[in-house]
């Protein structure tokens, strides 16, 4: 079963940085696309951005400029960079992670952020 886990949510006071990671074990990770999704309270989920298997990345226009996407196949690694933390920036945030030869998608459990003074 392949299972992601988010890490490194966490309290951050306005214009701070976090880092976040999704690790996946016991699985060919360069063969599946990636993503962060986040929901805050009362809110649908949102697509944050994400990267594909070669590496091509795309954004939500509301993080354009303040997050990076990254992976480290060796290391089986997804990770989300935030920047310029705002407050409308708190959520829960997700990984996922989709098998690019079934198109099955696996999600993370969530990693909590809050952006708060």
């Known amino acids: 079963q392949v299972q992601p886990v988010e890490s490194g949510g966490g309290l951050v006071q306005p214009g701070g940085s976090l880092r976040l990671s999704c690790a996946a074990s016991?699985?060919?990770?360069?063969?599946?696309?990636m993503g962060w999704y986040r929901q805050a309270p009362g809110k649908q989920r949102e697509w944050v951005g994400g990267?594909?298997?070669?590496?091509?990345?795309n954004y939500a226009d509301s993080v354009k400029g303040r997050f990076t996407i990254s992976r480290d196949n060796t290391k089986k690694t997804m990770y989300l960079q935030m920047n310029s933390l705002k407050p409308e920036d708190t959520a829960l945030y997700y990984c996922?992670?989709?098998?690019?030869?079934?198109?099955?998608?696996?999600w993370g459990q969530g990693t909590q952020v809050t952006v708060s003074s």
């Open positions: 996922k992670l989709q098998n690019s030869f079934t198109t099955r998608d696996y």
């Open positions: 016991g699985i060919m990770f360069s063969a599946y696309s």
């Open positions: 990267i594909s298997t070669h590496g091509q990345i």
